[in-house]
């Protein structure tokens, strides 16, 4: 049974840093596509970023580039997202999730049950 667990979120003030990491088991981590996505309340889920299975590909969405960082450690079967300058919109559910099409960020297969992040002004 595969299993993704994500952990690291919590309330911070804008301008301010968190890590996100998620682990996951029943798969060969360093066989799959991995993504973070995050839903606010009333909207949509949308793909944050999302990594090759090597780690030398990665997809940003426009309201994080340059701020958010994917990153991944096969040997340690981790992924994060290091997430700075963090702004009020960024609050939602952050969700990690494996076995998609990275370049796309979309079509993942097994999903965690998400980690809130809040950022207050």
């Known amino acids: 049974q595969v299993q993704v667990v994500e952990s690291g979120g919590g309330s911070v003030q804008a301008g301010e840093s968190l890590r996100l990491s998620c682990t996951t088991s029943?798969?060969?981590?360093?066989?799959?596509?991995m993504g973070w996505f995050r839903q606010a309340p009333g909207k949509e889920r949308e793909g944050v970023s999302c990594?090759?299975?090597?780690?030398?590909?990665?997809y940003y969405a426009d309201s994080v580039k340059g701020r958010f960082t994917i990153s991944r450690d096969n040997a340690r079967d981790t992924l994060y997202l290091q997430m700075n300058s963090l702004k009020p919109e960024d609050t939602a559910m952050y969700y990690c999730?494996?076995?998609?099409?990275?370049?796309?960020?979309?079509?993942?297969?097994?999903w965690g049950q998400g980690t809130q992040v809040t950022v207050s002004s």
């Open positions: 029943g798969l060969r981590f360093d066989r799959y596509a």
């Open positions: 990594i090759n299975w090597s780690g030398r590909f990665k």
């Open positions: 999730a494996a076995g998609g099409s990275w370049d796309a960020c979309a079509d993942f297969t097994h």
